[in-house]
């Protein structure tokens, strides 16, 4: 494992990342940018799946903020890899990077099991609250750690 870091931070990717003058913003940006498509259309979903705007049918919701969701997810995703390249061993035995990854593969275990089985035309009400109200605590809890990672 520490090789593979070692090797991943030799790339001249890596050293792009550490010594581009505006790479690093650059892409911390688009990190930044992604985070805020993916947490936005999330929030405003899971917050009808709890039972605000009820009017508003919920499979409409779904297909607009859906696909808005999983851009910004690709978009953090390919920049948080980009920033984790800048100083790889560091960050991998960070245990607050440790904790954002994991709670990122929970968040998505989430979003996925509620819409491959029962889905969410078919699921029941209390099962609909319930994965908004876990999906909006792990999320909360990813935004503030990634913020975190800065400060320790
Ligand atoms: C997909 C959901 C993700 C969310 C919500 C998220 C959230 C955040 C936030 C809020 C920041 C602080 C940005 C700033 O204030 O400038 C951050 C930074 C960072 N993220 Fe993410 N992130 C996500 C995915 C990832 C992934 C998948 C990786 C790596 C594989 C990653 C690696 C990083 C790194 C290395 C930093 C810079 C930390 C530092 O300042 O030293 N992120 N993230």
Not at 31 to 38: F, K
Not at 83 to 112: E, G, V
């Amino acid at each position: 494992m520490a090789e593979l870091l070692d090797w991943l931070a030799a790339t001249p990717l890596a050293e792009w990342m550490r010594l581009s003058r505006w790479g690093y913003a650059a892409v911390n940006a688009l990190h930044v940018l992604g985070i805020a498509l993916l947490v936005g259309a999330i929030a405003a979903l899971d917050l009808r799946l709890l039972g605000w705007r009820r009017r508003l049918p919920l499979t409409q919701a779904a297909r607009l903020l859906q696909p808005i969701a999983a851009t910004g997810l690709l978009l953090a995703l390919g920049a948080g890899c980009l920033l984790f390249l800048a100083d790889p061993a560091d960050y991998a035995a960070m245990p607050l990077f440790q904790i954002k990854l994991s709670l990122i593969a929970l968040a998505l275990a989430n979003a996925l099991a509620l819409n491959l089985r029962p889905g969410i035309a078919s699921a029941t009400p209390r099962r609909l609250r319930l994965s908004a109200a876990l999906s909006l605590l792990l999320w909360l809890a990813i935004l503030v750690s990634g913020r975190f990672l800065a400060f320790v």
